[in-house]
């Protein structure tokens, strides 16, 4: 079967660095997202990695290891609006998106 | 119409009743994405449509049905609620490219009693 794992929760300081782990089991691999979700809201698009290494973007830096079918969402600076779930996923061999249950992270300051 | 909409924004519904999720996106979108959210579960594809005329299922299309007719509208039906079917849906598009992130809409929240 498909599976994709990610913590439930984390908690993390404001102002400090978290890193959200993904692991992931799926029939073929066309690529991994991840996406920001916010309470009552939409998820929105954060990064895409589709080949081995890190991908920096602002505070936000994904990374992948397709032989080990390992990711991480890396976040700095941490702030209270970075509250949110954090959702993995992986575009399987029909190219459909594998959703992780998402990971919620609550900021303290 | 800025990006993608979905209407109504939360409805109750009673047991055995029929009732359509409208969602509307002006990107020119090929591919839509209707997915259930569920406390403690992932996202879940219920059913997609790569382009207009063509529509697939998904991983839990059971109890539902969609329509492709135009590139913008992509309305999914239940054809007789049930109580198991209350969960927040969202519908998503993308250009369907390679590495093509998905957009989603503001999702409805159902209740079926």
């Known amino acids: 079967g498909q599976n994709i794992d990610q913590p439930t929760e984390m908690t993390a300081t404001e102002g400090a660095i978290v890193q959200i782990n993904c692991t992931y089991q799926?029939?073929?691999?066309?690529?991994l997202f991840w996406y920001q979700q916010h309470a009552g809201e939409a998820p929105t698009f954060l990064s895409y990695?589709?080949l081995d290494g890190l991908e920096e973007k602002g505070r936000f830096s994904s990374f992948l290891s397709r032989s080990k079918g390992y990711s991480y969402l890396l976040l700095k600076e941490l702030q209270m609006k970075d509250s949110a779930s954090y959702l993995c996923?992986?575009?399987?061999?029909?190219?459909?998106?594998?959703w992780g249950a998402g990971t919620k992270l609550i900021i303290k300051p | 119409i800025a990006g993608i909409t979905q209407a109504p924004t939360s409805q109750i519904l009673a047991a055995g009743r029929r009732m359509t999720l409208r969602c509307t996106q002006d990107?020119?979108?090929?591919?839509m994405y209707w997915y259930r959210q569920d406390l403690g579960l992932g996202l879940r594809l219920i059913h997609y449509?790569?382009?207009?005329?063509?529509?697939g299922k998904g991983e839990v299309p059971d109890g539902y049905s969609v329509s492709r007719a135009n590139t913008d509208d992509f309305p999914l039906t239940l054809a007789s609620a049930v109580p198991s079917q209350t969960s927040v849906y969202f519908c998503?598009?993308?250009?369907?490219?390679?590495?093509?992130?998905?957009?989603f809409g503001p999702g409805t929240r159902l209740t079926v009693l």
């Open positions: 998503a598009s993308s250009d369907g490219t390679s590495g093509s992130e998905q957009f």
């Open positions: 990107m020119r979108h090929n591919a």
């Open positions: 449509s790569n382009t207009a005329g063509t529509t």
């Open positions: 799926t029939s073929g691999f066309n690529g």
């Open positions: 990695n589709v």
């Open positions: 996923a992986v575009r399987d061999s029909n190219y459909q998106l594998i």
